[in-house]
């Protein structure tokens, strides 16, 4: 796969996380660090795609997880 889908066109399954390789996430992962998106919700599709990834191919997104930990905060 040269290229990663984008989840906006593909709903997530089960067979769109096993069609990636490491060549595909990391181009996903490239776009989620460009954030160069023309909608928030491009971008928004690409992180859900990539933090399942991380639950479902963990070996595959480890080097990436950083691109989908969320920081705790305060509400108060």
């Known amino acids: 796969m040269n290229e990663s889908p984008k989840a906006a066109s593909n ?3 089960p067979e769109l996380l096993e069609g990636f390789d490491e060549e ?5 992962a490239q776009r989620l660090d460009d954030d160069d ?3 928030p919700f491009e971008g928004l599709s690409d992180w859900h795609l990539m933090r ?5 191919r963990p070996e595959l997104a480890r080097p990436f997880v950083h691109l989908v930990d969320q920081e705790p905060f305060d509400e108060d």
């Not at 399942?52 to 479902?56: E, N, T, V, W």
């Open 11 to 13: 709903p997530i399954t």
């Open 24 to 28: 595909s996430i990391a181009a996903l």
């Open 37 to 39: 998106y023309p909608t």
């Open 52 to 56: 399942a990834l991380a639950i479902h």
